[in-house]
């Protein structure tokens, strides 16, 4: 356990906050809640593991109400002596604000009671991987079970908080006990008598530090500039409270369109402006009230399914505001891709993030009639970022021209400046928001195509066009930007708005020459002016076309009436029309933290196409219900499939595979299908072989994530491999034990399962275990495929015969059903050629929508439950654990030697 990263974060020197000296309690493990007024009135709940404190701050403070689940973000981990630390933190300094110790105590393991100190910490910190902690507190406010567990939809520290169900649960309000339970004080005695005592100490020992060395004395612009920043820092530091009072009380905002920027020709440096990174997306209004919530494009269009990744974090929020931001489709490196959001349809295209940069309405007030400093203080408060999705837009007070030239640098689309005081007007273009580009680009009307002869390509050329002065004029045409791919998709948009009338007023022969048709080149199919898109470009010639143009996008948030050329301001004119009515570093962009993959299929499309591999899969009645019980869908077994693909190939790869379908769910019979001759794309890769039984079948191989999905496409629930591949097909590369459970308990299955590795332990031969995802256990032993199946069973039977020996009463080695008398089957004889189980991660056709999930040994123990691993929380422990089982596919056992060390074990 470390604390690298709470003291990267804090002083020693500017805070009294404990640095890691105390030594842990030997006997008992301890916990703390601590209350923190800081920016924000929270309590730090701790937990001690391994000699620190894991962290988490709970918004809304612990309840005693099993009813109750409270959001808990996990922070960093620390030291152990922080769970005696009150005080004050001072500003400035990380977490400043006072602190008081609510409650305190020891705790235990809910499972490991009677255990010690060092057995419950470890089963704790596997826990704490799997993301489900159970333990019980004995505090001076807190009794009894509780648990935390980690929170799907709120990032990777995302957890919930939450009391269980025993004699301590109550309804009652625990944090009305208020007092501390170290001083006896509430947190307002504290911080008055801390202040004192802190502050005055901090003074002398400021009083005590060296004057700051002489400098040449600045320029005039930079003194009135370093005053503006700190003017913007004392803002930013003032009491939230106070500024949402300066607020006039007002109804949530309607159908309002936000505020727009006037497009300059160049930076400039005005300390009485801020700057912000202008971001290369759909400009979105984000409205919530009394658990409604809705998120609006420029033009009132509901972005709510659209995106939906956003909406559902948003949703989540217990809030009553509006929202200003942009919506962007990050790349790897955190740049904004406006193609990528163009054409996003799932979180398979790129992940998404909201930069929030305004707040227009919170809680009942009115705040767009606040500067603009004073919202971005308030905005800064209130937004929930414990998402890596939701970001607030950061503001910078540096001069304009170093903004721009870090904006070049980083090829960003371009600033925004905005002028420090401004206060926010809906739908009105201003002149106190500027923006100024890196690139230069305009929106446009589409007004028609064309199509050179000969061209194989769908059109050759858009014709644009804006409105001036309420008239749709000609811009000019571009051709390059698009993929074919994209072409198509925008003919199916193209053809019900073809027409045979020019949307130009201009009277046009397009049968005789003129220098409006030349510029055209190949004969203009004319298209109803409904369509936007956007476009790049070096200039605007005279006659107002744009050079050198290159498509970027179709734009669906925007009215094609509401296009109108933009022409770049003189900035100078501008900012001193503003100016008369009344640090040199940009922050680099965040790449997603969580790269990994999400969603292919989008909750709302009933049918989707998406190219896997570079093959076309069409994924059709997305809706149909799977799980009855639980509702999980077609949609959801691809979803999942998807996100599993890295981990699952490998047991797939040039495997041979049995198809288990189940093409209406888990209700309806489902069937096997082995032979996919002639049923199957050409891409697939098949397998020819004579079963026992003498048929000649082609079996599907698995090669590829398409093929994956394919297989899924069927309703094949489950995946089931071969033992061996295609490459040996007559060795396996592993030996299986299957623990098959009739009127057994799984607590004797695990019994059997730790029996059967405590025997391979013994002659020094490796195993691995899994849930089944059914009713029992899988053990599998690497062979890397150097025997064949006879001698990989007559092994499996020697390890199992010293196991039924031991437990008699409830194993059997019968293989016919009834013979077995209710007992569990040791089953060895699923060792032979194209014998299949479901693999590791495989989704089983069973309620619950389990899933086969490799295992530590160490998990393996009462209490485990094959619900414990399931469609919904499977993702995210793999994600946690890695592949557990890949030493399977690894270096096999030597057998002849494993063979004479059982000898000399067990044949005495």
């Known amino acids: 356990m470390s604390l690298t990263k709470y003291r990267q974060k804090r002083d020693p020197s500017k805070t009294p906050e404990p640095f890691g000296r105390k030594k842990t309690d030997k006997q008992s493990l301890r916990f703390v809640v601590q209350k923190h007024a800081a920016s924000h009135l929270h309590y730090d709940f701790r937990l001690e593991m391994r000699g620190v404190l894991k962290s988490w701050a709970v ?72 993301g489900k902690l159970k333990f019980i507190l004995h505090g001076k406010k807190l009794k009894g079970a509780f648990a935390l567990v980690r929170a799907t939809g709120r990032g990777e520290n995302g957890w919930l908080l939450m009391k269980l169900d025993d004699k301590y649960a109550s309804s009652a309000d625990i944090l009305l006990k208020d007092k501390s339970v170290q001083s006896g004080k509430p947190i307002e005695k504290v911080a008055a008598t801390s202040k004192h005592i802190y502050g005055e100490a901090t003074s002398k020992a400021a009083a005590k530090k060296k004057p700051p060395a002489k400098t040449s004395p600045p320029k005039k612009q930079a003194d009135k500039h370093i005053a503006a920043s700190e003017q913007l820092k004392e803002t930013l530091n003032t009491d939230v409270t106070a500024l949402l009072a300066k607020a006039k009380r007002g109804k949530i905002p309607v159908d309002i369109k936000p505020m727009l920027a006037t497009l300059v020709d160049r930076p400039f440096n005005d ?6 990174i202008k971001w290369d997306g759909y400009r979105t209004l984000a409205f919530l009230r009394n658990g409604q919530t809705r998120l609006l494009s420029r033009n009132n269009k509901s972005f709510d399914k659209k995106f939906y990744p956003i909406y559902d974090i948003i949703h989540q929020w217990k809030l009553n505001a509006v929202f200003d931001g942009e919506i962007v489709a990050l790349d790897k490196k955190g740049g904004a891709n406006f193609n990528a959001l163009q054409n996003w349809r799932s979180e398979a295209d790129a992940e998404l993030a909201f930069y929030v940069f305004d707040i227009l309405w919170y809680d009942g007030k ?77 929106e446009v009307v589409i007004a028609g195509f064309t199509k050179n002869a000969g061209t194989s390509k769908t059109f050759s050329a858009l014709l644009l066009a804006v409105y001036d002065k309420g008239k749709l004029t000609y811009a000019g045409k571009v051709g390059t930007g698009f993929s074919d791919k994209q072409q198509q998709s925008m003919m199916d948009q193209f053809k019900p708005l073809i027409t045979d009338q020019s949307p130009f007023r201009e009277e046009i022969d ?89 969603t292919l299929l989008n909750p709302t499309n009933e049918t989707q196409v998406r190219t896997i591999n570079g093959h076309e899969l069409k994924f059709t009645n997305l809706s149909k219900v799977f799980w009855p019980k639980e509702g999980y869908t077609k949609r959801d ?35 096997y299908q082995k032979d996919v001759k002639g049923k199957s794309p050409g891409w697939v890769k098949t397998f020819p072989y004579t079963t026992s039984e003498g048929e000649n079948k082609e079996f599907l191989v698995g090669d590829n994530e398409a093929t994956l999905l394919w297989m899924a496409s069927l309703g094949c629930i489950e995946m089931n ?21 009739d009127k057994n308990t799984f607590n004797q299955v695990i019994q059997v399962a730790v029996a059967i590795k405590e025997v391979l332990d013994a002659i020094s031969v490796p195993c691995f275990c899994k849930t089944s995802g059914s009713t029992g256990l899988h053990i599998y032993i690497p062979l890397a495929a150097a025997y064949t199946y006879d001698q990989s069973q007559m092994f499996g039977r ?6 039924q020996q031991q437990f008699p009463s409830f194993t059997s080695l019968e293989r016919i059903v009834k013979n077995r008398k209710g007992k569990m089957y040791l089953d060895f004889l699923q060792n032979r050629p194209g014998a299949t189980l479901a693999c590791p991660y495989s989704l ?65």
């Open 721 to 741: 491999p071969w033992f061996s591949r295609i490459q040996s097909p007559d060795h396996p590369d592993y030996c299986v034990l299957d623990l098959d459970p």
């Open 271 to 276: 300390p009485d402006w801020v700057y912000e």
């Open 844 to 908: 089983r056709p069973k309620p619950g929508a389990t899933v086969s999930m490799p295992l530590h040994w160490d998990e393996l123990k009462p209490g485990l439950k094959m619900t414990d691993f399931t469609i919904k929380n499977a993702v995210q422990r793999i994600k946690e654990t890695g592949d557990l089982f890949k030493p399977v596919l690894g270096k096999g056992i030597n057998l002849e030697s494993a063979l004479k060390k059982y000898q000399k074990v067990f044949e005495r």
């Open 510 to 598: 397009v049968d005789k020459p003129s220098r409006f048709r030349q510029r055209m080149g190949a004969k203009p199919t004319w298209l109803k002016p409904q369509l936007v898109c956007e476009i790049s470009f070096a200039e605007i010639t005279e006659d107002g076309v744009f050079r050198h143009p290159s498509f970027e996008g179709m734009r669906d948030d925007k009215k094609a009436k509401d296009v109108v050329r933009e022409t770049e301001a003189n900035t100078q004119k501008v900012v001193h029309e503003v100016n008369d009515q009344q640090q040199p570093a940009v922050a680099l962009m965040k790449p997603p933290k969580d790269q990994s993959r999400k």
């Open 366 to 442: 009115n705040l767009m009639g606040l500067p603009l400093t004073e919202r971005q203080a308030i905005l800064k408060a209130v937004l929930p970022t414990g998402d890596d999705h939701i970001r607030l837009s950061t503001v910078f007070n540096v001069p304009g021209t170093e903004m721009f030239a870090a904006a070049q640098k980083m090829g960003l689309e371009g600033i925004m400046a905005k002028r420090a005081d401004s206060v926010y007007t809906a739908d009105l273009r201003s002149k106190e928001w500027l923006k100024i580009k890196v690139n230069k680009r305009q």
């Open 59 to 130: 918004p809304k403070g612990p309840s005693t109400d099993p009813k109750v689940k409270r959001l808990a973000m996990m922070v960093e981990d620390h030291p152990y002596d922080y769970r005696d630390f009150e005080g004050i933190i001072p500003a400035g300094q990380y977490g400043g604000g006072t602190v008081i110790v609510w409650d305190e105590g020891s705790f235990e393991d809910a499972e490991l009671e009677d255990e010690s100190k060092a057995a419950q910490e470890k089963h704790l910190l596997h826990g704490l991987l799997s």
């Open 798 to 803: 020697l390890i199992v015969d010293i196991v």
């Open 637 to 671: 077994l691809f979803n999942y499939y998807y996100q599993v693909a890295e981990y699952i190939l490998p047991y797939l790869k040039d495997r041979p595979q049995s198809l288990n379908r189940f093409p209406n769910g888990i209700s309806k019979p489902g069937f």
